[in-house]
C-alpha cells in the first residue's frame, strides 16, 4: 500500500519523501524499509493513519546508508543494531569481531576450494606466478635450515624437500625436520592460474636461490608434472614428486595460546646459545627474571649463566631447547630483536622478527632433568 510517490507536505513543514522516493535515494528495496521498520531498527518518520502509508525524512538518510553496507558485509541485524544505537566503543568491537568471522570463513572456504582443485582427476593444473629473485632466494635462505639433512632426511626423505604453495595471494616456503617448522610468505609479482603444491628437494632450491638473488624477477611456470622457472633470458626445471609433505596446517593450527612472551636481543641470545653449543651442553635453558632473560647449560663446565635484558609478559617460564636446533631459528630471523611465544615447555615456541611478519619458525623444545638442569 505504501508505495504512494507523494513526496512533500502542503503546510510549511519539512517535506517527506514517500517510501519508494527514499528506497531509490538510499539503494535499499522497499521491502527491506519495511522490515526494518517491523524491526525498530529504521523506523519512518510518519505513517499515515489512513492509508498506511510510510514516509521518511532526508535526514535519515545517512542511517539507512550505514544499514545497508552493514548488510552488505552480512552483519546480524543485532550487531547492526548496536552499530547504529549503541556506545562507539561497542560499537567498534562489534564490527571487529563480525572481521575476525569473515576473515576465517574466507579462510576455511578458500583452503576447502584450493584442495579441491588440487584433488580434481582430468585435466592438467596450470599456474604463472612471478616474484622478485632476491626475496625467493632469502625466503629459501630463511626456510632451508628447517629441512632435514643425514638420517632423519633417510629415514623420511620428504622431509628434505621444500613445499611451494602457489594460491594466487602468496607463494609460501613450508620446511620441518619435526624438530623446527619454518613458513614463509612471499607477495607474488604477478599470479595467474590454479592454487598448486610443489615439492622440490632443498639441494635443488639452494641452487636456484644462487641463480635467482641477482634477478630482479624470476617466474614458475608449471603445467601439469612440469615446473619451469624462467629469469634472465634462462630457464630452469625442477622435477615434481608424488610425496605427501606433513600436514604442518594442522601444528599451527594446534598451537596453544602464548602464555608467555619473551622480547630480547636477537644477536646476544644468538651468541649465548652458541656459546652453549660449543662447550658441548646437550640443552640450552631458558628462564626470566623480572626484566632479563636468564640462559644456561644442562652440562658441566662452560660459561656460566648469561642474563640479557628482556620484556617479559606472562609468568616466569622455564623452557630448554636443544641449542643446534634453536641456534639456525636465531640465524633464520632478521632484525635486532626476536619474540619468542611460548604456551608452555612441551609444546613448540614461536620464534617471530619484529622486522619479518611474513617468516614464522617453530622450534621444539626438550625434557630436562633435576640432575641435569
Known amino acids: 500500500m505504501d508505495d504512494h510517490d507523494t513526496t512533500g507536505s502542503t503546510d510549511g513543514t519539512e517535506a517527506l519523501l514517500s517510501i519508494g522516493a527514499f528506497a531509490r535515494q538510499v539503494g535499499l528495496a522497499p521491502s527491506a524499509l519495511r522490515f526494518y521498520d517491523d524491526c525498530a531498527v529504521l523506523r519512518p518518520a510518519r505513517v499515515d493513519t489512513a492509508t498506511g502509508y510510510r514516509y521518511y525524512a532526508t535526514d535519515q538518510r545517512p542511517r539507512a546508508a550505514l544499514l545497508r553496507r552493514l548488510r552488505e558485509a552480512e552483519l546480524p541485524l543485532v550487531d547492526a543494531a548496536a552499530v547504529l544505537d549503541g556506545p562507539h566503543d561497542e560499537a567498534r568491537e562489534?564490527?571487529?569481531?563480525?572481521l575476525g568471522r569473515t576473515r576465517e570463513t574466507a579462510a576455511a572456504a578458500r583452503a576447502a576450494i584450493e584442495e579441491i582443485l588440487r584433488?580434481?582427476?582430468?585435466?592438467?593444473?596450470r599456474a604463472e606466478v612471478s616474484v622478485g629473485g632476491a626475496e625467493l632466494a632469502g625466503a629459501v635462505r630463511q626456510v632451508?635450515?628447517?629441512a632435514a639433512s643425514g638420517a632423519a632426511r633417510e629415514e623420511f626423505p620428504v622431509l628434505g624437500r621444500v613445499l611451494v604453495e602457489l594460491d594466487g595471494e602468496e607463494i609460501r616456503l613450508v620446511a620441518t625436520d619435526r624438530y623446527r617448522l619454518a613458513v614463509r610468505a612471499l607477495?607474488?609479482?604477478?599470479?595467474?592460474?590454479e592454487p598448486c603444491e610443489l615439492l622440490w628437494y632443498i639441494d635443488e632450491l639452494r641452487e636456484v636461490a644462487a641463480w635467482a638473488r641477482r634477478l630482479p624477477e624470476v617466474t614458475v611456470e608449471v603445467e601439469g608434472r612440469h615446473t619451469r622457472l624462467r629469469g634472465g633470458g634462462e630457464c630452469r626445471e625442477l622435477p615434481g614428486s608424488d610425496e605427501v609433505f606433513p600436514a604442518y596446517r594442522m601444528v599451527l593450527?594446534?598451537?596453544?595460546?602464548?602464555?608467555?612472551?619473551?622480547?630480547?636481543?636477537?644477536?646476544?641470545?644468538?651468541r649465548a646459545v652458541a656459546d652453549r653449543l660449543d662447550a658441548g651442553h646437550r640443552a640450552v635453558v631458558l628462564a626470566t627474571a623480572g626484566d632479563e632473560l636468564l640462559i644456561s647449560g644442562t652440562g658441566p663446565g662452560g660459561p656460566d649463566a648469561t642474563a640479557l635484558r628482556a620484556i617479559c609478559t606472562g609468568p616466569p617460564p622455564r623452557i630448554a631447547f636443544d641449542p643446534a636446533v634453536l641456534l639456525p631459528a636465531l640465524d633464520a630471523s632478521v632484525g635486532p630483536d626476536v619474540l619468542l611465544e611460548i604456551a608452555s615447555a612441551a609444546q613448540p615456541v614461536v620464534v617471530r622478527s619484529a622486522d619479518q611478519g611474513s617468516f614464522t619458525t617453530l622450534v621444539m623444545?626438550?625434557?630436562?632433568?633435576?640432575a641435569t638442569g
Open 94 to 98: 562489534v564490527l571487529r569481531a563480525h
Open 119 to 125: 584433488e580434481l582427476p582430468g585435466g592438467t593444473r
Open 144 to 146: 632451508g635450515s628447517a
Open 187 to 193: 607477495r607474488p609479482l604477478s599470479s595467474a592460474g
Open 253 to 270: 593450527d594446534g598451537l596453544g595460546a602464548a602464555r608467555h612472551r619473551v622480547l630480547t636481543d636477537r644477536a646476544a641470545l644468538r
Open 365 to 370: 623444545p626438550v625434557r630436562t632433568t633435576p
